[in-house]
């Protein structure tokens, strides 16, 4: 039997799983990253983790057939990276090659929401697909694209940045520093501040008796919850949410034709409410040909996913 290692190196922690050669994670764990410490204790660390988890199945080394992380950042060749969304750590290193020198084992890299992507597309919703575009709905919007079960990761490493198709013309301020991004409407943020400038003239709803006038408390999921109780305020951002999210992946859906959209991620968990708009406002924005057979389908794999992605890096590319 082979075996392969996901890392889903985050923020604050890092995911690490062994995986036998269908995919299955066998052990896991999660550490702290403290990346304050630098590149190399960092990987150093990982590295032990592996190691001891290694142990713990009685995994021989010589079996270990490679290590596949994610990063949040733009990854390029799978192994260089162009930044950190997070660290403050040196850019244009090869950390492939690092973590190499490190384990003996043949390392991989990758974006962290095309590895989500490229692990959601072998292993989880869409299994069986060769093509699937699958969107990151959280604080931000990620995306990751899959054809002929190949990741696009781009020649610098932006490939699948969709979150940063442009929507409106001299729109909302998005993170990146452009206007009118597909992030700046449909992610977890953008839904908060469209939520928040209504509330500060309308005060007669469910969502402000909710937050019994608490804004500054107000979360994405607020919205959903008293849109699903019938309050009408709500009902509206629901639909304007749902408007730019079906505008977004009509785009993605008139460039790629892909057979599935994968959505993932906190707003996704929002489920059938948003979804609901969501079709019925692609039938304005896509092509209908896109439409033909296309899955919609919420993500399988919640936190594996980055895990799973590790090996598919490994059997897919
Ligand atoms: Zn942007």
Redesign the pocket.
């Known amino acids: 039997m082979k075996y392969f290692t996901g890392v889903d190196l985050g923020g604050t922690n890092t995911k690490i799983g062994i995986l036998n050669e269908n995919g299955e994670i066998l052990i896991k764990k999660s550490i702290k990253t403290l990346s304050e410490k630098g590149i190399v204790i960092t990987l150093k660390r990982i590295w032990q983790t592996i190691e001891s988890l290694m142990d713990k199945k009685n995994i021989d080394k010589k079996n270990m057939c490679g290590i596949g992380i994610g990063i949040p950042g733009p990854v390029i060749n799978q192994e260089i990276v162009g930044f950190f969304a997070n660290f403050d750590w040196e850019v244009d290193i090869n950390i492939s090659k690092l973590m190499e020198k490190i384990s003996g084992i043949q390392t991989k890299l990758e974006n962290d929401v095309n590895m989500i992507a490229i692990g959601e597309s072998m292993f989880g919703a869409g299994k069986g697909s060769a093509s699937s575009i699958t969107i990151a709905l959280g604080t931000g919007i990620g995306g990751g694209i899959v054809i002929n079960s190949k990741l696009i990761s781009g020649i610098n490493g932006a490939g699948g940045e969709i979150?940063?198709i442009k929507l409106v013309e001299n729109g909302k301020l998005?993170?990146?520093?452009?206007k009118g991004?597909?992030?700046?409407y449909a992610s977890a943020t953008g839904i908060v501040r469209e939520a928040r400038s209504r509330l500060a003239i309308n005060k007669k709803n469910l969502l402000y008796d909710s937050l019994k006038g608490n804004i500054e408390k107000l979360e994405a999921k607020d919205v959903f919850d008293c849109a699903k109780s019938g309050d009408e305020f709500s009902i509206e951002i629901v639909n304007y949410v749902g408007n730019y999210l079906g505008m977004g992946i009509g785009n993605l859906l008139n460039t790629i034709n892909p057979e599935i959209i994968i959505l993932s991620g906190g707003v996704a968990l929002s489920g059938e409410i948003l979804l609901e708009v969501v079709k019925k406002k692609l039938k304005q924005y896509a092509l209908p040909i896109t439409l033909k057979n296309l899955e919609i389908k919420l993500g399988e794999l919640g936190n594996d996913a980055g895990i799973k992605g590790g090996i598919a890096l490994f059997l897919t590319q």
């Open positions: 979150g940063h998005c993170g990146c520093g452009q991004c597909f992030e700046a």
